[in-house]
Nanobody, 124 residues
Framework: QLQLLESGGGSVQTGGSLRLSCVASGYTGSNYCMAWFRQAPMKEREGVASINSIHGSTQYADSVKGRFTISQDNTKNTLYLQMNSLKPEDTAMYYC?????????????????WGQGTQVTVSS
């Protein structure tokens, strides 16, 4: 079965940058939507960005548009999230997710496969 492993989280100051990575292993031969979600304490899980692993179309939450970039390297089975101009409100556990869908979304219920998460903390 598909397994996802995130890395790249850490602590940065406001305005800093981080790049998250998500390595997919196991079954990777289907048409996947890949996405990043985040969840801060006492808040609902929020869809951050998605990408269609076949044709590369992307979708971003309004809160991160212009600051975050989702990308993928299919030869390495790796998903990335480049996060620039970080703000304290970006502090959350960030999760990589995948699903065999043709239409990608930022809805957590649309994704079946999840990583364990990587913590991002942005201090002021």
């Amino acid at each position: 079965q598909l397994q996802l492993l995130e890395s790249g989280g850490g602590s940065v100051q406001t305005g800093g940058s981080l790049r998250l990575s998500c390595v997919a292993s196991g079954y990777t031969g289907s048409n996947y939507c890949m996405a990043w979600f985040r969840q801060a304490p006492m808040k609902e899980r929020e869809g951050v960005a998605s990408i269609n692993s076949i044709h590369g179309s992307t979708q971003y939450a309004d809160s991160v548009k212009g600051r975050f970039t989702i990308s993928q390297d299919n030869t390495k089975n790796t998903l990335y999230l480049q996060m620039n101009s970080l703000k304290p409100e970006d502090t959350a556990m960030y999760y990589c997710a995948a699903e065999t869908r043709w239409l990608c979304s930022l809805r957590s219920n649309d994704y079946r496969y999840w990583g364990q998460g990587t913590q991002v903390t942005v201090s002021s």
